[in-house]
């Protein structure tokens, strides 16, 4: 019978509970907020399996792995995906590519409560919930009986979890199954659900409305200066950067949010348990700066043979290069050391979240930052929109543009504080109707050459709509035209010099695409041919991550896959599968299965 006498020898796995045949293990919830498993002894029978899957009594000695791992950085070719994920979008690669081969997929979610759980789902459409770090215990009540009885029904799984959850697992099946493959990350503790309820119900209090979607580690602010981002239900959001956010400060500074077991965990270094472990490649800018475009870059270590030929079938929808263990490990210390308690009085801490606001908690127990860090941390975006200024030229009709279009004009919605960054020749025409939204940040007439006078145009017709969701250049002598009631959305990228965009009715570019000189884009024809079923305009859409060539041209009613390649030169009159290239005229698929870098 399991018995809890040191609560440092117990993660809250819950394999023991999951084993137990006749339910006589449950689980309560102690003063700071993490579960320990309690027995009733009039239901226990002494069978003693709990003990047995216990990973802090027992490590499965059956799960054979590499002594060292194959080390990657890698990121996901899906701009969109790496952006909305903790590190480079290499989780998201992984379960797609599961979900594609009828499997399924295990992982944390957040609970209406903001608990997290753990699912088990095969359906694609929840690998949104599944994507990105929750930083709290998981609760994984039935998970293991679940996953068992698929794998039994020959289902293929893969389950993301943290070490002490895997090695539950395994003692929990007692073997490696050939359709099992266990993805584990690099774990800095996991932190108390009182902790993190108390702090939103902070945020919920302040913004007067309840939470509809939280992300730890959101990149507005990039992947380096990684935020808290909450959107509320009444339309509001926070989004607060690591040196600023209380929560972060008190999870990365403070030491008192985590687990008892974190602080000795037996389950660091390697060889790891699991098939793959994931976590952010700290320190990649230092190795090989050519991986990191702060927007994430996921640290892949193979540790099976199952592991690699899963991470090699994702050649084309990643990036990767591979590494050496010991450049891995120099910036990331949780690699192979546990958390550092802190110096703060734990029980006093707990004590006082149970009587005042976190906001009053933080400012007793959370070091505050020095004078320096705080203008330090001032200065960051400041420096960043310096630079940018500075590329802007010191024009009067330049600076009237950055004004007016950022401050004053009625047309123009912006989340961030800065959304257009014209150069000097830029000429703006944008009707009252039409309407200019600006969630990054838009800089035009990006000039290759200084001393150039070429203009940058951009006209908005009446009820024409254009939103910028992702940092975007439009180089000089580039023209944007949205005919009546046309809508162009820019999800990041550039468009390079004498590129024309024509929309009357709806261009969408995905992120990370770069479109070459003399590109035309044009959902529109001008003029109408009188033949039945004539349409004068069909909405066009480019994926994430896709290359167009120098003078090539892209026709209404055309959808291009993600990744594609559009060679110079062709005429793209029909869609272009997802990483294939098109050439010639009219443009024809010549190859397939291609990755660009």
């Not at 991986?291 to 099976?304: A, E, F, H, P």
């Not at 009625?410 to 961030?416: I, P, S």
């Not at 939204?437 to 838009?442: I, L, N």
């Not at 594609?564 to 869609?575: E, L, M, N, R």
Request: charged residues 25%; aromatic residues 10%; contains cysteine.
């Amino acid at each position: 019978m399991i018995e809890i006498t040191d609560k440092s020898k117990c993660c809250g796995c819950n394999a023991c509970g999951d084993v137990c045949p006749t339910e006589a293990i449950s689980f309560e919830t102690d003063f700071e907020g993490f579960w320990y498993p309690i027995v009733d002894k009039e239901l226990c029978v002494e069978c003693g399996l709990c003990i047995d899957v216990c990973p802090h009594i027992n490590i499965v000695d059956n799960i054979l792995r590499y002594k060292a791992p194959l080390v990657h950085a890698a990121y996901n070719n899906e701009q969109e995906i790496r952006l909305d994920s903790t590190s480079g979008g290499i989780f998201s690669a992984l379960a797609n590519q599961i979900f594609d081969n009828g499997g399924y997929v295990g992982g944390a979610v957040y609970n209406n409560d903001h608990s997290v759980s753990h699912i088990i789902t095969n359906n694609q459409g929840r690998l949104s919930e599944l994507r990105s770090s929750k930083y709290l215990q998981s609760h994984m009540s039935n998970t293991f009986q679940e996953v068992q009885k698929l794998l039994k029904s020959n289902e293929k799984v893969l389950i993301c979890a943290a070490p002490c959850q895997i090695i539950g697992l395994y003692n929990y099946l007692g073997k490696d199954y050939e359709n099992l493959t266990t993805c584990d990350f690099i774990c800095r503790g996991v932190n108390s659900t009182k902790v993190f309820k108390k702090y939103m119900d902070m945020l919920e209090r302040q913004h007067k409305s309840k939470a509809d979607k939280i992300k730890f580690k959101d990149k507005t602010y990039g992947w380096h200066r990684f935020s808290m981002k909450v959107d509320f239900k009444n339309g509001k959001t926070y989004c607060k950067d690591r040196y600023n956010d209380l929560y972060f400060i008190g999870y990365l500074q403070s030491g008192n949010f985590a687990r008892p077991s974190c602080y000795s965990c037996p389950f660091k270094g390697f060889p790891q348990k699991s098939d793959i472990t994931l976590a952010d490649f700290w320190g990649i800018e230092n190795i090989d700066p050519s991986m990191d475009q702060d927007c994430g870059t996921s640290l892949v270590m193979i540790n099976s043979d199952k592991g690699k030929v899963l991470f090699d079938s994702l050649e084309k929808k990643v990036t990767s290069k591979q590494f050496t263990i010991e450049q891995a490990a120099k910036a990331n210390p949780a690699m192979n050391s546990s958390l550092e308690p802190s110096n703060d009085n734990r029980k006093d801490f707990f004590e006082d979240l149970d009587q005042y606001p976190f906001e009053q908690v933080a400012k007793i127990h959370f070091p505050s930052p020095s004078f320096k860090t705080k203008v330090k941390n001032k200065l960051i975006p400041v420096k960043k929109h310096i630079k940018t200024c500075l590329q802007m030229g010191f024009s009067v009709h330049t600076w009237y543009n950055f004004l007016y279009y950022n401050f004053f004009c009625k047309q123009v919605q912006k989340t961030k504080r800065i959304g257009l960054y014209p150069s000097k020749y830029c000429r703006l025409s944008i009707d009252k109707t039409a309407q200019l939204v600006f969630k990054s940040e838009f800089q035009m007439g990006a000039k290759q050459l200084k001393s150039s006078h070429l203009e940058t145009r951009l006209l908005m017709e009446p009820r024409t709509k254009m939103v910028v969701n992702g940092e975007f250049r439009m180089f000089c002598n580039s023209y944007i035209r949205l005919i009546k009631g046309g809508e162009l959305i820019l999800n990041g990228g550039f468009i390079n010099e004498n590129v024309q965009i024509t929309c009357g009715s709806k261009i969408s570019i995905g992120g990370g695409c770069a479109i070459g000189r003399d590109v035309i884009i044009r959902d529109y024809d001008a003029h109408v041919i009188d033949e039945p079923g004539f349409e004068m305009s069909k909405p066009i859409t480019i994926g994430n991550h896709v290359w167009i060539g120098n003078r090539a041209i892209i026709q209404k009613g055309v959808t291009i896959g993600d990744g594609a390649i559009i060679a110079a030169g062709a005429i793209v009159t029909k869609d272009v599968p997802k990483h294939s290239v098109a050439a010639g005229v009219p443009a024809k698929i010549i190859k397939n299965n291609v990755k660009w870098l």
